[in-house]
């Protein structure tokens, strides 16, 4: 596994509200060489509580034998802002008081997101990105990045995601946080504050990842005499304290609110007009049994972003889908990025 770099801005990063953070260090994964070109950047923006580790959650996409590897490209990965994962965070220690933020950390957006990752793309002289990619969390960054700097993109892969979060999916945050802020020990300012609060939340959200059918494939009781102890109750609890172990429910808070937040509308008169501005070559993928994330929001992404293709996939895992479905997505990718290098010889061929 490759080490987790950390770069250091010494500069003062002001967020989108205007509130302004000292000391910003942001955490990432490097992995291959940049081209003499420069050209053949990967650039991974990840899900919610995932890492920069992108070759240990992402195998069978990113990998040495796989379809992004580092043989070939260069493939970044860089730990978003508010994460438990080595990015500046409410666990991080404020530099005005001496002790870490805990709830007195700022609020920030999908939008300080991509600013962190421009600087990050500055520091490492990427000024050209072969192919952005996310799902999620991470494709409302990709997307929100595309916009932003509409010809630093050459290509953009978007999986379930969408171009503004949902109020169905607002409330699904919503109610992880009420389980958060029920447990009392979340305000007081300790690291494994709200971990409690935090099992709880993740086992709401997985009702959001998974599917009906998903439950029933891999929960459903082999006896008929079970009153009790019933294996999806043990599966809730597991998934739980699994993220416990490895997460802090103040990262999860603000992490969720950030989701809430996206909007590529917001201060450009409407979402379409902002889809409109997206120059890159484009690819989104949907999951026709998506729960928290319907196939309707990638039709509407395909629609707006001028000549975006629509793949439409199908999953046992409704929304975890982007995330293990490696072998659909290889063939669904490369597909697309072979006809656009095709595309962009028989356009230089004319041109000749």
Request: proline share 3%.
């Amino acid at each position: 596994m490759n080490p987790t770099n950390i770069y250091k801005y010494e500069k003062k990063f002001i967020l989108e509200n205007g509130c302004k953070l000292d000391n910003l260090q942001i955490a990432y994964h490097t992995y291959g060489k940049l081209s003499t070109k420069k050209d053949n950047v990967i650039w991974v923006c990840h899900a919610l509580t995932a890492n920069a580790d992108v070759m240990d959650w992402w195998k069978g996409l990113f990998g040495s034998n796989d379809l992004f590897n580092p043989e070939e490209h260069f493939i970044v990965c860089a730990n978003v802002l508010g994460s438990h994962y080595g990015t500046t965070n409410p666990l991080s220690i404020n530099p005005s008081t001496g002790v870490p933020y805990y709830l007195a950390f700022p609020q920030f957006t999908i939008r300080d997101f991509v600013a962190a990752h421009r600087i990050l793309a500055e520091h490492l002289g990427i000024d050209q990105i072969k192919v952005l990619i996310g799902g999620s969390l991470g494709g409302q960054q990709s997307l929100e990045w595309a916009i932003t700097e509409p010809s630093r993109i050459d290509h953009l892969i978007l999986m379930a995601t969408n171009a503004v979060h949902s109020p169905w999916g607002i409330a699904f945050n919503e109610s992880q946080r009420l389980a958060i802020s029920a447990d009392r020990t979340f305000y007081a300012q300790q690291p494994d504050g709200g971990i409690k609060g935090l099992k709880a939340a993740r086992s709401i959200a997985l009702l959001s990842y998974r599917t009906y059918d998903a439950y029933i494939s891999t929960q459903l009781e082999s006896v008929n005499d079970k009153i009790d102890h019933f294996r999806a109750s043990s599966y809730q609890n597991y998934q739980g304290e699994k993220l416990c172990r490895r997460f802090n429910a103040f990262s999860y808070w603000y992490l969720t609110k950030a989701m809430d937040s996206h909007n590529v509308g917001r201060g450009r008169h409407g979402i379409a007009e902002a889809l409109g501005l997206v120059e890159a070559q484009t690819l989104v993928i949907g999951i026709e049994n998506d729960v928290l994330f319907p196939i309707s929001e990638q039709e509407f992404l395909a629609h707006h972003i001028h000549g975006a293709q629509l793949c439409r996939i199908n999953s046992a895992y409704g929304h975890d889908g982007f995330l293990i479905e490696t072998g659909i997505l290889t063939n669904a990718i490369g597909n697309f990025l072979k006809e656009n290098a095709n595309k962009k010889i028989i356009k230089l061929h004319k041109t000749a």
